[in-house]
């Protein structure tokens, strides 16, 4: 075993505190990295403050990790001391099942193994469950850490790994590119970076915020119309007017009056996790042969693919640096929607 510095929460109202944890002996296949950023993702603060009722404590969070290989085991092929590398939400999956063998590991049937907060056996992972990138090392097997390209920095690289392949993969799997009318719902952390993906892929973007006071931003990002769903008229007025609606809000939004904004056979994706159900009436979605979707993070094939893509268009997130004494903060910024864009963490400040 071998430690690194970490910092976790170990209760739902607690602060982030400084520990040390245990990370496995490299296995043949596994890599050793050094983490220089990690990016705060909402999921963070949602499985912190257990608000999916799910969190096992002491909880490390950070998912959207970036660093430097330190190390590799006997047989590892794909990465080489020294490579900068990137590992998202997943750090394993059973590899047999249909989605694994489809490439799609992000809807194992056996459930795959998250980066932080899902039960892991002692021998890989001291303490049983899995300690994310709030930290300055960590153990994982080959398969599911990706090459950032050169062109990206690590730090604006580092959110691309939740937010960026969030976005990314419901993108392209709905074929959003030139001739379509795609709307992005909340400009956070995901929301600004699907803008920027959306624009790129062709798309004619459309951003629906709560107001217009990034609207100058959003335009920069790439969006061709901004507006506010503070104002009633912008329902009147964009009704029936997209083919893909992606929703990023953390929160509980009225359903109905954005379903309606969809073209015929549109489709709204489901990005954002609030706690509390959903409601949807059934005619808004039989009225225009609408339909109503979801989809979870993306596979690591795509992971790759999408930071080739960003690297190959000047794509990176806008972060605000911060130090890991400042995650308390920060939190409290996000859940505000006091964020531009995404708060990353130096872990060299650890
Ligand atoms: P974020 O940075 O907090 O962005 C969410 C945005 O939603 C805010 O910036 C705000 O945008 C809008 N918003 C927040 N509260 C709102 C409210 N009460 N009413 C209307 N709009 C509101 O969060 P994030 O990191 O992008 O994550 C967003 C959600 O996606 C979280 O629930 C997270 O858990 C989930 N997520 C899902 C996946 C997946 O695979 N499906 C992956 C990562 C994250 P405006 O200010 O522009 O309105
Ligand atoms: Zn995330």
Redesign the pocket.
């Known amino acids: 075993m071998r430690t690194a510095a970490a910092y976790a929460v170990s209760a739902p109202n607690g602060s982030f505190e400084k520990v040390t944890i245990e990370r496995r002996d490299l296995g043949p296949r596994d890599v050793l990295i050094d983490i220089k950023y990690a990016g705060i993702?909402?999921?963070d603060i949602?499985t912190a403050r257990n608000e999916w009722g799910a969190t096992n404590y002491p909880c490390v969070p950070g998912h959207e990790i970036a660093g430097v290989v330190a190390a590799v085991g006997s047989t590892v092929s794909r990465h080489q001391v020294g490579d900068r590398v990137g590992v998202g939400?997943m750090v394993n999956s059973c590899g047999v099942c249909v989605a694994c063998l489809a490439d799609e590991e992000q809807y194992c049937t056996a459930g795959a193994t998250m980066t932080y907060n899902t039960a892991v056996d002692a021998a890989a992972q001291p303490g049983g469950h899995t300690l994310g990138g709030y930290s300055t090392q960590v153990v994982v097997t080959e398969d599911f850490v990706v090459r950032i390209p050169d062109g990206i920095g690590l730090d604006i690289a580092a959110p691309l790994l939740?937010?960026g392949v969030?976005l990314y993969s419901p993108l392209r799997h709905w074929g959003a590119g030139p001739g379509k009318k795609v709307a992005i719902?909340?400009?956070?952390?995901?929301?600004h970076v699907g803008v920027k993906i959306a624009a790129a892929l062709g798309a004619e973007v459309t951003?629906l915020?709560?107001?217009l006071s990034?609207q100058d931003d959003g335009k920069l990002f790439g969006a061709s119309s901004y507006y506010a769903?503070s104002d009633q008229q912008t329902f009147r007025e964009l009704r029936s007017r997209f083919d893909l609606i992606l929703n990023?809000?953390?929160?509980n939004?009225p359903l109905d009056d954005y379903l309606r904004l969809l073209n015929l056979d549109g489709t709204l994706v489901?990005?954002?996790?609030?706690e509390n159900p959903l409601s949807v009436r059934p005619f808004t979605l039989a009225g225009y042969r609408r339909a109503l979707a979801?989809?979870?993070?993306g596979s690591i094939a795509q992971t790759q693919e999408m930071l080739d893509f960003c690297a190959e268009h000047g794509i990176g997130a806008e972060i605000e640096l911060i130090s890991a004494d400042e995650i308390d903060g920060a939190y409290d910024r996000?859940?505000a929607?006091d964020?531009r864009?995404?708060f990353v963490i130096d872990v060299a400040t650890m």
């Open positions: 993702c909402h999921s949602h939400c939740c937010a969030t719902i909340g400009m956070g952390g995901l929301g951003v915020s709560h107001s990034k769903t990023t809000v953390s929160a939004l489901i990005l954002g996790l609030p979801g989809s979870m993070i996000v859940v929607s964020v864009y995404r």
